[in-house]
């Protein structure tokens, strides 16, 4: 038997503290899973991995919705060594045949009711992978083949750089770019969130966010089971059914659009959330009102923290001291954040710069792109966020920007670039410029302004950008304009858009 002492495995490491008899999934109708449920179940999904012919460092993609059987899939690809890649369900088929193509998928689990959208995405990669199905309640072809697997398994050996899992974030051109994350930069992370959060195994966590995402996948699941707690499992995230789920819950972790339909009920008050020692947000930057508005309505202060994709968590407000509005709090355990010119030169505290970070929370570069990895670290190994941000005199880290011109709506990353080469293809469209305005519910909603050449019939290309773009991504309003604002240099300048139309979908706030 192979000495597993120093593996580097994410899950070895986690495992490492699994009480076997422990209630790890708890879900809405009260059915409960252990963590040697997790431990049998990963391993018969490691097994088939290997069946399928799979092997250490290849690609699976999954397109699926949220399930138990979807946790059993990803901790079976860490135990196998497979690089586990997370889809979007809302992905168009363009997009679907990117990611998959590009990170050389050997398998795609997906929803059976994606069938024709993953049948034709797959067709265009290069190397068609093999092609399974996923549902909502955790059956189909895969969950098939794991059944009668074997329930022990040897988690394979992996090193702290091996490669865990693979996302995709769009660049600043549209592109969309590879993002590794290791085991180490995955375990080094849930360590510092499980400290700086206090998680502890008595502890009861709502999980209500998408899978597909870090937040969902990384930030929460990972901490929660180094501290060995129960995850109360929703599949997703519905108002009045989280508020139900939140008597008995000691933890709670969301996006800012979570806490505003929180907010928007009646019942949402003092004693709903009595259980709860901790409200954390995170995705999206959380505005100030809806801060101060959940504070007076449950005597209790949302903990807002800031992360990326490329390297997790960086900084998080405190969990004892103060938790100040505005701000995503001080740099992790192990991870060094600092502010610097457009030249690379520190800046002092109160100045705006660039946001930097460094730690082993960091991966180390793009997928399959040495140009872009090279150019996104520093000289001295900092990696170049592109955010704009201030410390105050005490330490604490204030975003006031973004890179270029990204949308966060409803934590989800939108890239305008992205959508204007779609409405700049169009033949009606002279030039379009979209950007992100408030929106009481998502934080930012998607707006385009457009110069059109003769009618412009706004529904005919919404309904050509839905084929083409994943539903987040869509315009929530186009507006036509004879001209679009530029600087002397003839550079459209959208913060003037986002000043005019800023009050767009304000008026459709509560009172």
């Known amino acids: 038997m192979t000495d597993m002492s120093d593996n580097a495995n994410l899950y070895a490491r986690l495992a490492a503290g699994f009480d076997h008899g422990a209630d790890f999934l708890e879900l809405q109708d ?106 909502a309640h955790g059956e189909g072809e895969i969950a098939a083949a794991w059944a009668a697997a074997d329930t022990q398994f040897e988690t394979h050996h992996a090193s702290g750089d091996g490669v865990a899992a693979l996302l995709y974030s769009s660049g600043t051109t549209g592109t969309p770019k590879g993002i590794p994350i290791t085991h180490d930069n995955l375990f080094r992370n849930a360590v510092a969130l499980r400290d700086t959060w206090g998680f502890v195994r008595e502890d009861v966590l709502l999980h209500a966010l998408p899978f597909y995402h870090v937040h969902g996948l990384f930030i929460t699941l990972h901490p929660a089971m180094l501290a060995g707690m129960r995850l109360r499992f929703h599949a997703r995230f519905e108002a009045e059914e989280v508020l139900q789920g939140l008597a008995g819950a000691s933890l709670f972790a969301g996006v800012p659009t979570y806490y505003t339909r929180l907010l928007s009920l009646a019942g949402f008050n003092r004693d709903a959330c009595a259980s709860v020692r901790l409200f954390i947000s995170g995705s999206a930057p959380l505005l100030e009102s809806t801060f101060h508005e959940f504070s007076a309505r449950t005597g209790q202060v949302i903990l807002e923290r800031y992360g990326m994709t490329e390297t997790g968590i960086n900084t998080s407000n405190p969990l004892h001291g103060e938790r100040r509005a505005g701000s995503v709090g001080l740099p992790l355990a192990g991870t060094d954040v600092r502010i610097v010119s457009e030249q690379g030169a520190p800046l002092a505290q109160g100045e705006i710069g660039e946001i930097e970070v460094r730690g082993p929370n960091v991966f180390r570069g793009y997928w399959r792109l040495p140009e872009q990895s090279a150019s996104a670290f520093s000289a001295d190994g900092f990696f170049r966020t592109g955010d704009q941000g201030r410390f105050d005199e005490d330490g604490y880290l204030f975003i006031v920007g973004r890179s270029k011109d990204m ?76 001209d679009l604002p530029r600087n002397t240099m003839g550079k459209v300048q959208k913060s003037r858009l986002r000043d005019s139309y800023a009050d767009a979908f304000i008026a459709n706030a509560r009172g």
Request: charged fraction near 20%; include cysteine.
């Open 407 to 482: 949308i966060i709506s409803g934590g989800l990353n939108v890239y305008p670039k992205e959508i204007e080469s779609e409405l700049d293809e169009l033949p009606n469209v002279v030039e379009s410029a979209v950007f992100g305005v408030p929106h009481p519910d998502f934080g930012e909603a998607v707006m385009a302004a457009v110069i059109p050449r003769g009618e412009f019939d706004e529904a005919a290309v919404l309904a050509h950008l839905r084929a083409r773009l994943a539903g987040f991504k869509l315009p929530k309003r186009i507006v036509i304009v004879s």
């Open 30 to 135: 009260g059915t409960r899973y252990t963590y040697g449920d997790a431990e049998r179940a990963s391993a018969q999904v490691a097994h088939a991995l290997g069946a399928l012919g799979l092997k250490t460092g290849d690609c699976a993609a999954v397109v699926a919705e949220k399930s138990v059987a979807l946790v059993w899939l990803y901790l079976g690809c860490l135990r196998a060594g497979v690089i586990y890649q997370p889809l979007n369900s809302s992905y168009s088929e363009r997009e679907l045949a990117f990611f998959i193509g590009n990170s050389g998928a050997r398998l795609v689990v997906h929803d059976p009711q994606l069938e024709g959208r993953i049948e034709a995405a797959c067709a265009q990669c290069a190397s068609a992978p093999r092609r399974m199905t996923l549902d």
